[in-house]
């Protein structure tokens, strides 16, 4: 091979490995995203218009929005206290306090609904004491429906209030509000002309984040919300699974996408807005300790209730797995951790959810090799210069263009629902020919890889964009291969960001729920779909077994979050 092929070659080859990430996605989610549209319009326009003309798809969308807007402004309402207090006040604890808060947010949504039922629910903890302590035959609390539905969303959601609003509130300079009072203005009055329009890109942005995760909140309301209850997602599923009608179910499905695209948008628009450059101040010096006994009841009443909303489920959960179910005097009991390996039943289709746990590792650790193989490429391509200096205006403006499109691009998969990404599969793959990769053991895996993919990508991005490329031509020009330059130059330094990636795909992998119900073959089961075919079978020991894997999944899940706050390097987007 003559010298001056190789430069071409290597240049080649680059190009090859940068384009893997968009072939990706065209393959494994523009195509998907296409079958549901070409089989919307199937018959023409007729199954749209006989879709929008359904009173009872317009109630369920009514009632999507409506759930979704309830649960936004009481997770607003019950969340600013904590911003505030996390922006105003230096407290001790305060960091682990702050960690512990962001764990839930973090929580598949089949722990976070059994955890609800282990402490609310008719065998939960407070139920169970009431019937020992005061002897009512049936459980007193009937925590179900909405109100169930709603207080899962405010334990989901409260991090988002207390991260977002909270973190650009404590840099805000504290003076512009004394300075208002000093002019005469009451706190309120303060509050309400200076602090909060100063606030209200990051309230916005926090708010249309919250719309945008329960309007497409799928665990949740199967578990928690009954059969009553009923959301777009939902239906889809419903369509999909127990009805069969995939021609209204990718009708609803490309009414969803289009609702996700102008939230998006928005919240696209308010996080530019939060940008805008102000006077901002370091934290250390607009955080304070409380002094005023009003100011340490405030601090105190948020650590409880942080306790109670965040803590109280998840320490339930894990307590009533190891408690024998019933009204008498509590007993420990392993029986239901003892029990995972056991065909109780003698049924010759039983599938030992010890399976499922390793079945949801197995997915968890391909999913993470994979987001990582096509992520590292991606957040390449995005940390690219859009063009070279001294470039004319006209190539700067068309790469500056092709560059935010490529970033929306690789975005694009965390707006759109799991459920509406199993869907697109199970209609990409009726095509003749292809149905054979339904049973595909690397089907789930790619869909997890959709869904991890932009935490790997943002986790990345803004790491690759601050190291310094004058560090890796130093090595070259001391004799260093471009391999040995990026090994012993660049590696050290994204590894952190790498580690960030890898802990947020395997987590996401572990926790997906809504797209592995659709696709998942019923001899593999994952983790969270074992956890779903236990809450729904009558029995003691199934409701245990229930909680045990919960809890387990919850552990590993904790886990990973905690130690993703310790390596995550400043400067990344998650």
């Known amino acids: 091979m003559s010298r001056q092929c190789e430069p071409f070659l290597a240049r080649s080859a680059r190009t090859v490995v940068l384009l893997l990430p968009v072939l990706f ?13 070409r ?41 600013l206290p904590g911003a505030y207090v996390f922006a105003r006040y230096a407290f001790p604890g305060k960091a682990l306090l702050r960690t512990v808060a962001g764990i839930p947010f973090v929580m598949p949504t089949v722990v976070v609904a059994a955890a609800f039922g282990a402490l609310l629910g008719p065998q939960g903890l407070i139920n169970q004491s009431l019937q020992t302590i005061f002897g009512p035959a049936t459980p007193p609390i009937r925590l179900e429906g909405l109100a169930a539905v709603l207080l899962a969303h405010v334990f989901y959601n409260y991090t988002v209030v207390v991260r977002l609003v909270g973190g650009f509130w404590a840099n805000l300079d504290p003076r512009l509000e004394q300075a208002a009072m000093v002019l005469g203005a009451s706190r309120l009055d303060a509050l309400a002309r200076v602090t909060l329009p100063l606030l209200a890109p990051a ?96 601090v105190g009443a948020t650590m409880l209730f942080i ?55 197995r997915i968890a650790a391909t999913t993470t090799l994979l987001a990582l193989s096509i992520g590292v490429p991606a957040a390449y391509l995005l940390a690219r210069r859009p063009a070279p200096p001294g470039s004319p205006p006209e190539a700067r403006r068309r790469a500056t263009t092709g560059a935010a499109l490529l970033d929306a691009l690789f975005v694009l998969p965390l707006g759109t629902s799991a459920v509406t990404l199993g869907l697109g599969y199970l209609v990409a793959l009726s095509v ?79 926790g997906e ?11 593999a089961p994952t983790l969270p779909v074992m ?20 809890t387990i999944l919850m552990l590993v899940t904790a886990l990973g979050f905690l130690l993703l706050e310790r390596i995550r390097p400043p400067g990344g987007e998650f």
Not at 514 to 522: D, F, I, K, N
């Open 513 to 523: 729920f809504g797209a592995t119900l659709l696709l998942a073959r019923p001899e």
């Open 531 to 550: 956890i779903f075919r236990f809450l729904g079978q009558p029995g003691a020991l199934n409701y245990g077994q229930a909680l045990a894997l919960a």
């Open 39 to 79: 089989l919307s319009f199937a018959d023409g326009l007729a199954g749209l218009l006989e879709t929008l003309g359904a009173p009872y798809y317009w109630r369920v969308l009514a009632f999507t929005a409506g759930q979704a807007a309830l649960s936004t402004a009481l997770t607003l309402a019950l969340g």
């Open 307 to 361: 306790a109670l909303l965040l803590g109280a489920p998840l320490a339930a959960l894990a307590l009533r797995s190891v408690l024998a179910p019933g009204p008498d005097t509590p007993r420990f009991t392993l029986a239901a951790y003892l029990a995972l390996g056991q065909n109780l039943t003698g049924s010759a289709f039983f599938t030992p959810p010890t399976a499922a746990v390793a079945n949801s590792l």
């Open 203 to 298: 309230l916005g942005a926090a708010a249309l984040l919250i719309f945008i995760f329960t309007f497409t909140s799928f665990g949740v309301m199967v578990i928690l919300g009954g059969p009553r209850l009923t959301t777009l997602e939902v239906e889809i599923y419903r369509q999909t699974a127990h009805l069969l009608r995939l021609d209204v179910a990718a009708t609803l499905a490309l009414i969803q996408l289009v609702c996700m695209l102008g939230l998006s948008f928005a919240y696209t628009r308010l996080t530019a807005r939060a940008t805008t450059p102000l006077e901002l101040q370091p934290r250390s010096f607009t955080a304070r300790p409380p002094r005023a006994p009003g100011e340490k009841l405030l």
């Open 432 to 510: 003749p020919g292809l149905g054979g990769l339904r049973t595909s053991p690397w089907l789930i895996p790619v869909l997890h890889t959709l869904v991890a993919l932009p935490f790997v990508i943002r986790a990345l991005a803004p790491v690759l964009r601050a190291t310094n490329p004058r560090q890796r031509e130093a090595a070259a020009l001391l004799g260093a291969s471009p391999v040995q330059a990026w090994l012993r130059v660049e590696l050290p330094q994204i590894a952190p960001a790498l580690v960030t990636g890898a802990v947020f795909a395997f987590t996401v992998s572990l």
């Open 25 to 37: 996605l065209t393959l494994f989610f523009l195509y998907p995203l296409f079958a549901i549209v």
